[in-house]
């Protein structure tokens, strides 16, 4: 049983576990302090939520020198109430004792940020998201590498001026991840599960050029029967430099909470739109399909040609890297780091941020839904499954409805995009469940020449 | 034994097979209706060419929901007599009948396109390949993230600028890629093989900021003796927002028939030169080597110092990533599935796009023919290897000839190229047949300084 | 026992080796030539250093087409007295005589290169490397795609203007990686190890749309007491279009030498700051971090409130793709072998190249040092171990000293940014030698808003 000792001095005695995790005890000043640590990735291996949960209300960890590498990594709460808690090997929590954190624990606080959780949001809320990002033909062309991205009206200026734009703007779901990446920090770092989208606006075209930030408001919270977590819907809005509303949608996750202990907010739950109506859709401005080339776009088919009900397979299939999704992913600069983090899940995989799977199914349905140029609004959206690297992924559409808009030559269909891992066409067993191979049900508004 | 129904209420005996493939059983009106069904990846499994070949004639898959999940996945034949073909488990095809598509299947026609087949071209017909592509400063920094490209003439503006140029131009080999990249769905989405290239020509640089097309004629058609695919020439051209002619080249593919039942058309087989002649290279306007800079381009020996017959190792390796291909082939909106969808092949192995090939060794070639600046005329190439994931591709150059411009300073070297998985300077074997370790053989003219 | 036939005609038996390898034996003249060969990656396997380091003193490889497929790959010396060793299978040199290269050999001159050794280096030398690069916005996006790169003045050009700077600057890294990148062929081709860097400085901002170039001059040598290698010191400047000096900085490498038997140059060991002093840290004209906005930077500790000594765990891990590690390097036209090419090293791992460590760290600091926005010095940087796909990496920092600046609202934090896969706060052993879990140890000056 080899020793050590920490920053304050306190000798501490160190019992070594499974995959480098350990126990330590010790004892500062009349408290005797004892705990279970690891790095970050090595607590991820622990099957028992609660103790990982415990575990995330700290904020440091640091390490000892003694004759041998052992890590010290007990971590110190923050806001809570300084009580520490010990952690056996055999992963059962046990109370051993309230004290105040000491100064030598003080000074490891960490200014690195871990997310916030279920108990730090309040209705009304409005939060700036970080990192404002200006957005290039750089963005473009890796769009174009990372999805198979073939309509015209964003992969050609010459295309985009002959329907009235003033060149080709950045793609509809660049503008989706990026600003969607921003709120990641702030709301879903902590995230169980991204439950759902609704009441998705592209309000205005994004240019090469311009900088795009993300602003949302907590417009509804609902605490879970465990206590443990709790669901947070937020309405966030990406603005471009001159502060003009380019983007807004609605999405709501479930983050857990820090302390189950604490009580449960006020119940709101919004009230949403089941779908965005045709009134409501923007058509960008000066947008003109009247000289639309069908030849170039590489569909024949337009608005009238496609009727609800009708189903398309779009064909192609796309195996997925670990290299692409992860580089797409980074490029929105999301930060969750099960995208990234091959050690940051039990099964040591790493999950593709379901935004990836939206763009590579939207890619496809290229092939048979060329027309469909322009995404207006998000409807709604669920990530069914989780998509690993390796997986094969395939995509089939479902016309739901149809309506004109005012813009000239301009139509737009409500479509169903589903993809999936199998055959096209299923979406739910005979129970009303989602198949185990179907990835994600998402339901938009696309502009169409009519 | 489960059941199941079709969309227009018939009931159906499925039988499920290995892979998930199945063999189903239904009624419509009088006609028994049998098959053998599955995705298109759990079709790729089957061995035997003509079964699949059969399968392709076919234009719609759909599902169907019975108690547990099975999918049907028969075919309705679009253009063809109608009749159906029953493929048994154990893969011996056997007609069971004429009849017209019904109503109900004819309404599941999908909008999909999976490309031409050999009876769909006719001589002379002009195709005008759909998305137009704006390349821009993105695209150049991709070329030089997917290859280690180094030539000084597309990496720097002030370089480019001594040598008499506006800017930097978009990388040759991009070009070639994405006016390619177009022409796929069109010519080589059912090709078997890409046979050729001929007659290839760089008549103008293309700028970031361009917008490319592709249109391709169809120069010439031969049935091969098998009935069941041909051969199809095409000069293919690119062209920018100016329609001013930016490339030329000739290619051909062959392609399988959909039928192999239609007649043969009438045999064309264009008279292509062996290579272009050394009149017929166009050099960039302004193009002026007298200034020219050796050390910003990494390399003394000029146009002089090389000699017909001479040899170069390029030396370095690439260790290629199935990441990397797909990224590039993406990027040049290439929509051939062998590249992406691991369950397209037999082998379960995605093949690489053979310009990406073509792209590494070139890249390669830097360090040797650092001065073979530009590529001004593609002679002729041959694909000899399929490439994938894993392979260490290594290239090797031979002087095949030279001459003079009327250019100030520059003169054009013509090189063969071979990239290969083995040692440098073999290339066949004693019988005169390809090197299985090698991968491209490729004829082209260089502009260099004298 | 196979035959051949070498280009001069000389007949030449072969006996094959393992992995490809072969010996051969020819006479060309009265002299008796024999050898050992394959290509470089086959060569590369074998364990004995003394053995390969022969083997690079030659300068060709060719082929020879006999009945059947053998490759002969002896060189021949190039400044070399013209020596010829035979190398058996059995790995024990033995020189069979000295003889001049003949005729029929020199013409096989290869015109690729392989590097400069320890002896081609003289103090006072001065070179110009190859290749100016024209970094753009696509450069911009993808080193967000590499890396997770969130700094908001390299990350939006509203902010980067807030900040008093013309629009966003290209990333300090990029800047650096490509400086560095066009010296690989001239200094660290032939490099056992990368010692260290001093006296690095960022002077002038680089801009999208300028042109870098790289020159170095030798400051100092030094030759191993083995006499087999040597460490050459070289100062790097990276200057724009304008011949304006953008970045400076010391790097040393130690470089194998050609010869062992070659004298020592004298040696030459110059005297480099332990630290970049704080009066000679160059602010971006300009730079005035007075109306900082510190939601947008997403971190609201400043100058302010770090205090020497403090560490910070930045938490996020991202685990390395080969894919994307090669495409970072090649961005940079980083021509190393051993990044790209599995056959070039005994284990047939690629090895990450150090300054994808070093970006990758830097980036995920951002995670508690978001308001370390841009980097003016490099003070000292070791890569301790080797880093390989596969390997997860995480970041940690500590504030070693801080200090004031003349621009307003700007002062400068010295942080040691380390690199690890294990967990933070360890860098050494009881014995004081890096842990084998660390793989970077950096020093440098960043600026952060007071």
């Known amino acids: 049983m080899p020793n050590g000792s920490t920053r304050t ?81 055999n992963d059962r929590p046990t109370t051993i004792g309230d004290h105040p954190p000491t100064r030598g624990m003080e000074t490891r606080m960490n200014k690195s940020r871990s997310g916030r959780y279920f108990e730090d949001y309040r209705i009304g809320e409005t939060i700036e998201h970080a990192t404002p990002r200006t957005v290039t033909d750089g963005e473009r ?32 779901l660049t503008v ?42 907590v417009i509804g919270l609902r605490e879970n029967s465990s206590g443990k977590s709790g669901i947070v819907w ?26 189950p202990g604490r009580p449960a907010p006020p119940t709101v739950v919004p009230a949403l739109q089941k779908a965005v109506s045709a009134d409501q859709i923007v058509v960008p401005e000066g947008l003109d399909f009247r000289r639309y080339d069908f030849g170039a776009a590489g569909e024949r088919h337009r608005w009238r040609d496609y009727q609800p009900g009708e189903t398309i397979d ?7 890297e670990e290299a692409e999704h992860m580089m797409a992913t980074r490029l929105w600069q999301n930060t969750a780091r099960v995208h990234f983090d091959a050690t940051a899940r039990p099964d040591g995989r790493r999950l593709v941020y379901g935004g990836h799977v939206i763009s590579l199914a939207r890619a496809l349905s290229h092939n048979g839904l060329a027309n469909a140029q322009m995404i207006a609004a998000l409807n709604s959206g669920t990530h069914v499954n989780p998509c690993f690297a390796g997986d094969t992924l395939r995509a089939w559409s479902e016309v739901i409805e149809k309506t004109e808009t005012t813009a000239p030559g301009v139509g737009a269909v409500r479509l169903r995009l589903v993809a999936t891992r199998g055959a096209p066409f299923v979406l739910r067993d005979a129970d009303g469940k989602f198949l185990p191979e179907v990835l994600l049900d998402l339901d938009y508004w696309a502009l169409m020449p009519m």
């Open 314 to 320: 779009h064909i192609d299939g796309v195996t997925i």
């Open 141 to 172: 062309a890796l769009y174009r590498a990372l999805y198979p991205a073939r309509h015209a009206v964003h992969s050609s200026d010459t295309f985009a001026r002959n329907c009235g734009l003033k060149r080709s703007p950045i793609d509809d």
């Open 234 to 259: 937020v309405r966030t809005t990406g603005l471009n430099e001159r502060n003009e509303r380019v983007l807004e949608y609605v999405r709501w996750v479930m983050v857990r909470k820090r302390d």
């Open 176 to 217: 989706f991840h990026v600003v969607f990446g921003k709120t990641v920090p702030d709301v879903s770092l902590n995230a169980v599960a991204n439950l759902g989208y609704a009441e998705g606006r592209w309000i205005l075209p994004v240019w090469p050029g311009d900088t795009l930030r993300s602003v949302s408001e």
């Open 9 to 89: 001095g306190a000798k501490a005695r160190i019992l070594t576990g499974p995959r480098g995790t350990f126990a330590y005890m010790f004892t500062l000043g009349d408290t005797r302090c004892s705990g279970y640590g690891g790095t970050e990735s090595q607590l991820a291996h622990f099957p028992n939520e609660e103790t990982r949960a415990r575990f995330e209300e700290f904020g440091s960890v640091w390490g000892l020198r003694g004759k041998r590498r052992y890590r010290l990594a007990t971590r110190v709460g923050r806001r809570t109430s300084g009580r520490f808690r010990q952690f056996g090997l």
